[in-house]
């Protein structure tokens, strides 16, 4: 392999390299810290576009529209690219949750802003859902857009206030950026989407690599020696002295980064050593080296080639689907890097004004505006359809009454969340979160609920404390573990109490919609559930709570241990591989002896039930 080569870093590349195989195979679902290679990705980002700018500045060539335009035509044709094939593909095969999901984040993508609609829209990155939605990822790439977009400012208005030790300044702001930004990142009131979404919370991992390009680049020696230990010792003395009382999790990322840090210190002093070494020299290392020369590329088809792939073949991968969806991502990201990026990066060197290439950049920008707004036009348009793009009898949706599946589940916080009313009827409160309203609408659909009154709860508050007080019958229905009510436990088991099990639909989803509707056996598909997660969220309760335990799955498992697809009226359980459809709600009335939950006792009373 041979040494530094187009201006690029043999160390750089390995490291960008490292993070991008381990990021393909966590969304593959094999390498459970893989995401930590964004992490990766942050620092080098930060540090590489710091030496860019000063280099910039020392041939008195920085100008900040150049600048942005020249990001702009790194990142955006291909981000564009991704979301129309997106768009395109799913509007085919995605049933609508799954699609009216594509079609915001396409409108997040393209306009760089996908972090934020990932923050309002999910807020959990660990989602199992999140396998399915292809553009899930991209959250990165506004992330990073957003900081290439202030970044200089922090340059340009320091030199203009500073003009002789304008740089000391700006690596004096860059230490208060990353301290601010890392205690913002370590205070636990802050809640874990907005540290891992937004970028207050990561602007000391682009700023760290930022002080070590600059101090490495431009800092005199003995002002370069001084400097980072000077940071060291503020960052040990802020861990030291603040309980930031860290998770195991957020220490992993911390020591990412410090590793990361560490290893660019010396990158631009001992390049051409490591070039040269064996380690480097060995085809091994030459292979990583490809893979971070095209990160970018292969960074934005994988998670595309991975979700579509479980979408309509199969979401739970065996072996050949790992070296399927992995060799795919692979050819697909390198064909993609040298036939689109690789001729957009060499625009973006080249533009100057006056040059040749300036007139390409002008007009690779301007397709890119038409094509955003195209695509931004019908991401639109079809997140306003809810998803629905043709008629789809398994979920009664049709395409000219396009209503949401979800407001089945959500429509209940509306109707329900309220207190009892005073009028001598059975009180039953079901509390919860989505699961919680799933359960209302089963004793809806079994015609059981007469003469009660409904309320639901999912905060864990005083409201729910006085419902507690007031309720005869009791449902705890929320995903997970039912330890998050632990501090209102006690107090709901002096009524009548049930634990509605957890339930999964994981094959509920595209690629059993997909799998050939003429086919006759469509309607008699089965999916299994891991033993693990029967474990984890079944067996352990049924242990704690005894008679008490509701178990949802044990009512439709097949006899060979498989659940089915569809009820027997051809209907989907699910929607979304979560939640109930009304059909999906009505079987469950159907199976379940809702009477033996939902009536009182030897006619228990609410006199009976003094007030707590």
Request: hydrophobic content about 45%; charged content about 20%; proline content about 3%.
């Given at each position: 392999?041979?040494e530094?080569?187009?201006?690029?870093?043999?160390?750089?590349?390995?490291?960008?390299?490292?993070?991008?195989?381990?990021?393909?195979?966590?969304h593959a679902?094999?390498?459970?810290?893989?995401?930590?290679?964004?992490?990766?990705?942050?620092?080098?980002?930060?540090?590489?576009?710091?030496?860019?700018?000063?280099?910039?500045?020392?041939?008195g060539?920085?100008?900040?529209?150049?600048?942005?335009?020249?990001?702009?035509?790194?990142?955006?044709?291909?981000?564009l690219?991704?979301?129309?094939?997106?768009l395109?593909?799913?509007?085919?095969?995605?049933l609508?949750?799954?699609?009216?999901?594509?079609?915001?984040?396409?409108?997040?993508?393209?306009?760089?802003?996908?972090?934020?609609?990932?923050?309002?829209?999910?807020?959990n990155y660990?989602?199992p859902?999140?396998?399915?939605?292809?553009?899930?990822?991209?959250w990165?790439?506004?992330?990073?857009?957003?900081?290439?977009?202030?970044?200089?400012?922090?340059?340009?208005?320091?030199?203009?206030?500073?003009?002789?030790?304008?740089?000391?300044?700006?690596?004096?702001i860059?230490?208060v950026?990353?301290?601010?930004?890392?205690?913002?990142y370590c205070?636990?009131?802050i809640?874990?989407?907005?540290?891992?979404f937004?970028?207050?919370?990561?602007?000391?991992?682009?700023?760290?690599?930022?002080?070590?390009?600059?101090?490495?680049?431009?800092?005199?020696?003995?002002?370069?020696?001084?400097?980072?230990?000077?940071?060291?010792?503020?960052?040990?003395?802020?861990?030291?002295?603040?309980?930031?009382?860290?998770?195991?999790n957020?220490?992993?990322?911390?020591?990412?980064v410090?590793?990361?840090?560490?290893?660019?210190?010396?990158?631009?002093?001992?390049?051409?050593?490591?070039?040269?070494?064996?380690?480097?020299?060995?085809?091994?290392?030459w292979?990583?080296?490809?893979?971070?020369?095209?990160?970018?590329?292969?960074?934005?088809?994988?998670?595309?080639?991975?979700?579509?792939?479980?979408?309509?073949i199969?979401?739970d991968?065996?072996?050949?689907?790992?070296?399927a969806?992995?060799?795919?991502?692979?050819?697909?990201?390198?064909i993609?890097?040298?036939?689109?990026?690789?001729?957009?990066?060499?625009?973006?060197?080249?533009?100057?004004?006056?040059?040749?290439?300036?007139?390409?950049?002008?007009?690779?920008?301007?397709?890119?505006?038409?094509?955003?707004l195209?695509i931004?036009y019908?991401?639109?348009?079809?997140?306003?359809r809810?998803?629905v793009?043709?008629?789809?009898?398994?979920?009664?949706?049709?395409?000219?009454?396009?209503?949401?599946?979800?407001?089945?589940?959500?429509?209940?916080?509306?109707?329900?969340d309220?207190?009892?009313?005073?009028?001598?009827?059975?009180?039953?409160?079901?509390?919860?979160?989505?699961?919680?309203?799933?359960?209302?609408?089963i004793?809806?659909?079994?015609?059981?609920?007469?003469?009660?009154?409904?309320?639901?709860?999912?905060?864990?508050?005083?409201?729910?404390?006085?419902?507690?007080?007031?309720?005869?019958?009791?449902?705890?229905?929320?995903?997970?573990?039912?330890?998050?009510?632990?501090?209102f436990?006690?107090l709901m088991?002096?009524?009548?109490f049930?634990?509605?099990?957890?339930?999964?639909?994981?094959?509920?989803?595209?690629?059993?919609?997909?799998?050939?509707?003429?086919?006759?056996?469509?309607?008699?598909?089965t999916?299994?559930?891991?033993?693990?997660?029967?474990?984890?969220?079944?067996?352990?309760?049924?242990q704690?709570?005894?008679?008490?335990?509701?178990?949802?799955?044990?009512?439709?498992?097949?006899?060979?241990?498989?659940y089915?697809?569809?009820?027997?009226?051809?209907?989907?359980?699910?929607?979304?591989?979560?939640?109930?459809?009304?059909?999906?709600?009505?079987?469950?009335?159907q199976?379940?002896?809702?009477?033996?939950y939902?009536?009182?006792?030897?006619?228990?009373?609410k006199?009976?039930?003094?007030?707590?």
């Amino acid at each position: 392999m041979n040494e530094k080569t187009n201006n690029r870093s043999v160390l750089l590349d390995f490291l960008k390299g490292v993070a991008i195989i381990a990021v393909i195979l966590y969304h593959a679902g094999i390498f459970v810290y893989g995401y930590l290679g964004v992490e990766i990705f942050l620092v080098i980002g930060g540090y590489l576009i710091t030496k860019s700018i000063m280099r910039n500045y020392e041939n008195g060539s920085f100008l900040y529209f150049d600048y942005f335009c020249k990001r702009l035509i790194r990142l955006w044709p291909l981000a564009l690219i991704i979301s129309a094939v997106s768009l395109i593909i799913g509007y085919f095969v995605m049933l609508p949750m799954i699609y009216k999901n594509v079609c915001e984040t396409v409108v997040g993508t393209s306009t760089f802003t996908n972090n934020f609609v990932q923050f309002i829209t999910s807020g959990n990155y660990w989602d199992p859902s999140n396998n399915l939605k292809p553009l899930m990822h991209t959250w990165y790439i506004g992330l990073m857009f957003q900081f290439y977009l202030i970044y200089p400012l922090a340059f340009i208005i320091t030199k203009a206030f500073s003009k002789r030790q304008w740089i000391r300044n700006v690596n004096i702001i860059l230490y208060v950026v990353f301290f601010l930004s890392l205690a913002y990142y370590c205070v636990p009131q802050i809640s874990e989407a907005n540290k891992f979404f937004l970028l207050p919370a990561r602007l000391f991992e682009f700023t760290i690599g930022g002080i070590i390009a600059l101090n490495t680049y431009h800092i005199k020696e003995q002002e370069y020696r001084i400097t980072p230990v000077i940071g060291g010792v503020l960052l040990l003395l802020l861990l030291l002295c603040i309980n930031f009382d860290l998770e195991i999790n957020q220490i992993r990322l911390l020591m990412t980064v410090l590793v990361v840090s560490v290893l660019l210190i010396n990158e631009e002093k001992y390049e051409s050593i490591i070039s040269q070494s064996k380690f480097f020299q060995s085809r091994f290392a030459w292979v990583i080296v490809k893979f971070g020369v095209a990160s970018y590329s292969l960074y934005l088809w994988h998670q595309v080639i991975l979700a579509f792939y479980r979408n309509t073949i199969q979401e739970d991968f065996a072996v050949i689907d790992y070296v399927a969806t992995i060799v795919l991502s692979v050819i697909v990201g390198f064909i993609s890097y040298y036939l689109i990026e690789r001729s957009f990066t060499r625009v973006s060197k080249k533009s100057k004004r006056k040059s040749p290439c300036a007139r390409k950049s002008f007009l690779i920008l301007a397709f890119s505006c038409v094509s955003c707004l195209i695509i931004i036009y019908f991401g639109g348009k079809f997140y306003l359809r809810h998803g629905v793009v043709r008629d789809i009898p398994e979920l009664d949706i049709s395409y000219n009454n396009p209503i949401e599946s979800q407001d089945y589940n959500s429509r209940i916080t509306t109707l329900y969340d309220k207190p009892f009313s005073n009028n001598g009827r059975t009180n039953v409160l079901v509390v919860g979160d989505s699961f919680g309203r799933d359960w209302i609408n089963i004793l809806l659909e079994s015609g059981k609920t007469k003469g009660m009154n409904i309320s639901y709860h999912t905060d864990q508050d005083s409201i729910l404390v006085d419902r507690i007080k007031k309720a005869d019958i009791i449902f705890l229905a929320n995903s997970g573990s039912a330890t998050v009510y632990d501090n209102f436990l006690p107090l709901m088991l002096r009524k009548k109490f049930w634990r509605v099990g957890n339930k999964s639909f994981n094959g509920c989803d595209d690629d059993e919609y997909n799998s050939g509707r003429s086919d006759s056996n469509y309607y008699k598909q089965t999916y299994r559930i891991s033993t693990n997660w029967t474990k984890d969220n079944i067996d352990k309760e049924r242990q704690m709570f005894g008679d008490q335990y509701i178990d949802l799955m044990a009512s439709i498992r097949l006899k060979d241990g498989s659940y089915p697809v569809f009820t027997p009226n051809h209907k989907f359980f699910s929607h979304d591989g979560i939640h109930l459809t009304k059909a999906g709600a009505r079987r469950f009335a159907q199976i379940l002896n809702i009477s033996k939950y939902v009536l009182l006792e030897n006619k228990i009373t609410k006199a009976s039930h003094p007030q707590q």
